[in-house]
């Protein structure tokens, strides 16, 4: 009787199982790829495409932000038919969104514009969070919607909060800015609303 201890045989892996262990490598590199390619291009990846450019707004209807006043008057709620006749840009915002609460000044600064109407959509917030926020930063919306579900936001093509959209005089959607006003956001921005500014005044 021998005391020599048998090499074990080697395991043999099926290709099934290798494929496997390895596909998450190989989907992580994929993404890596992408990320590094668009990393390359110089592209702004805050630019999301929106379908609704160049598109009437949605169709839809927001009840108001309770005991959100202006000069002792309840600010009103918002639907489609208030974009008529006016360059309006749309922000959607919450209080639990510390990037709000980022772009809030340059909200408030749009706002001293005369001839610029702001509107708001408070995102899946509640009441009272809200009220707080606005009072503490300011109010900059003409109107404000509650879209507690958040159905209209998906209406509207919004990818998160905040994001903000300008809107021609004749309803049209004309420019996006996913994620917090930035200081070249805000340039381009202004740029639009000059251009759409100048239509409104030629077509007067």
């Known amino acids: ?19 496997v262990v390895f596909a998450p490598l190989l989907v992580f590199g994929a993404l890596v790829a992408v990320f590094f390619a668009q990393l390359m291009s110089g592209k702004d990846t805050s630019e999301l495409p929106s379908a609704l450019i160049g598109k009437q ?23 489609s038919e208030d974009f008529k006749g006016k360059v309006t840009l749309i922000n959607i915002f919450a209080s639990w969104c510390a990037p709000c609460r980022a772009e809030h000044p340059v909200l408030m600064s749009l706002s001293n514009n005369p001839d610029l109407t702001i509107f708001g959509i408070n995102y899946k917030d509640v009441d009272e969070n809200a009220l707080r926020f606005l009072g503490a930063l300011g109010n900059p919306y ?3 919607g509650t879209d507690q579900k958040g159905r209209t936001a998906i ?14 005089p004749d ?3 004309r420019f ?10 805000f340039d381009e921005l202004k740029i639009e609303i000059d251009k759409l500014m100048k239509e409104q005044t030629a077509n007067s």
């Open 176 to 185: 996006k800015i996913v994620g917090p006003i930035s200081a070249q956001k």
């Open 171 to 173: 309803g049209i959607i």
């Open 155 to 168: 209406d509207w093509g919004f990818y998160g909060v905040p994001e903000t959209l300008l809107v021609g």
């Open 57 to 79: 707004v949605p169709q839809f209807e927001l009840p108001a932000l309770p005991e959100l006043k202006t000069a002792g008057q309840q600010v009103p709620g918002l639907k």
């Open 1 to 19: 009787m021998s005391d020599e201890i048998e090499p074990s045989a080697p395991l043999k892996r099926s290709p099934l199982r290798l494929i």
């Open 142 to 144: 003409d109107r404000v």
